[in-house]
């Protein structure tokens, strides 16, 4: 008994600690967590059909109970060493307040959410008429490498100032498999912004698989440099970007499904680097996913958007994407000369950039080149009549939104 009073009161004194540190909420400890409620022993303590807030910062690991309700109410934040854990078929809400409202695991944390494709798991607005921007959205933090540092430096994430980046590329945060957010992205500011998936330093190690992010204010998927390999993503309705990466990701993008809503912009936005801090990496490298599969539906060549914007020194390789209803297909910005602080025109010249097979569906200007350097279409490009994009049709049924 004297052992159990002293750790009771050594859990307490950590827990509270850890909230006047960092200044966020109080830690709601009314969850139906082993650890949180049975002092780490497994049994029944009647806590099934509750409503649930959760907020603030997690020193345990839990496990939500589908029998319970739980509403994301302001921050939550798992830290180093927990683990979340959701059964597949949970809905959880989040209170439609806007940007303070966000999961966030931390780095050395991590994420189980296993879905399936009878039974995803979805992140939702509590609002009773759902609008996009109701609340923050999903944030993985890993410490695979990023660019916008050097060395085994971190650098802080826009939501949440949590440190981000390092030397493992083979990190791992969890798994996300059939997941889908909605109603994503509010935004704290004009620099900082919720997405609805943001991948920040995340690792090869995690498990991304069958996830979509359906109405959301900001970007569909943001990756902050990192390796994360995602397999079977599906952006529908992004107000902004549906898909954007920066600070040296380098992870594979593979069967991947966007269309535009009536507010949108880019289906793709890649830098090569962090415009707003530069490029600190020794040596330097740059954003060079490869992705395979992509298929992005716009609103007609009459709109005057763009598919994909590449841009700051990206590098990427495409195969087998289609590009439907755009003005431009791919606009290409840089700098000429292999030294410049933007080589995107050298990575085409390079072929570290570049399209080994595209079809253009109602697309008034393939290519747009404002690199600064001198490259044929073919250069960049293979056009290919037999190009599908992604099977969106087969492995998007039955657990997405359209």
Not at 10 to 34: P, R
Not at 103 to 129: D, N, R, V, Y
Not at 137 to 163: C, D, F, Q, R, Y
Request: charged share 15%; hydrophobic share 35%; aromatic share 8%.
């Amino acid at each position: 008994m004297k052992n159990n009073f002293l750790l009771a009161i050594t859990i307490a004194a950590t827990l509270f600690a850890s909230c006047a540190e960092d200044g966020t909420s109080d830690i709601i400890i009314n969850d139906n967590s082993v650890t949180t409620n049975n002092n780490g022993n497994s049994g029944n303590n009647n806590t099934s059909g509750q409503q649930i807030n959760l907020s603030g910062n997690y020193t345990t690991s839990m496990v939500l109970d589908p029998a319970n309700t739980y509403t994301i109410t302001g921050p939550v934040i798992f830290e180093s060493g927990t683990t979340l854990t959701i059964p597949a078929g949970m809905t959880i809400k989040a209170a439609a307040t806007g940007a303070d409202v966000y999961l966030a695991i931390a780095q050395g944390a991590k994420i189980i959410a296993e879905g399936t494709s009878t039974q995803p798991i979805i992140f939702t607005s509590s609002a009773s008429t759902p609008n996009a921007g109701d609340w923050g959205g999903l944030i993985l933090l890993g410490k695979a490498p990023i660019n916008s540092v050097s060395g085994t430096a971190t650098s802080t994430s826009e939501i949440a100032s949590l440190p981000y980046g390092g030397t493992d590329a083979s990190d791992n945060s969890g798994m996300l498999r059939y997941v889908r957010v909605e109603y994503s992205g509010g935004k704290a500011d004009g620099q900082s912004e919720n997405n609805g998936f943001s991948f920040y330093g995340v690792g090869n190690s995690t498990v991304v698989e069958y996830i979509q992010m359906f109405e959301g204010k900001d970007d569909g998927l943001e990756f902050f440099g990192g390796t994360v390999n995602v397999n079977n993503v599906s952006v529908v309705n992004a107000e902004d970007d549906s898909l954007d990466w920066t600070e040296g990701y380098s992870g594979t993008i593979t069967d991947a499904y966007v269309k535009h809503g009536t507010d949108h912009d880019k289906g793709i936005e890649a830098d090569g680097y962090n415009t707003d801090i530069g490029n600190n990496s020794s040596p330097l490298f740059w954003s060079k996913p490869t992705v395979t599969n992509l298929t992005i539906i716009g609103l007609g060549s009459g709109t005057g958007n763009e598919a994909i914007r590449l841009r700051a020194g990206s590098q990427g390789i495409f195969s087998n994407i289609k590009i439907e209803g755009f003005a431009e297909g791919f606009d290409l910005d840089g700098d000429a000369g292999a030294t410049s602080s933007n080589p995107t025109g050298t990575g085409v010249l390079n072929g570290d950039l570049n399209v080994a097979s595209v079809i253009f569906v109602d697309v008034t200007v393939k290519l747009k080149n404002d690199t600064g350097e001198t490259f044929s279409d073919a250069t960049f490009y293979t056009e290919s009549a037999t190009a599908t994009g992604t099977d969106y049709a087969t492995w998007g049924s039955g657990w997405t939104r359209q």
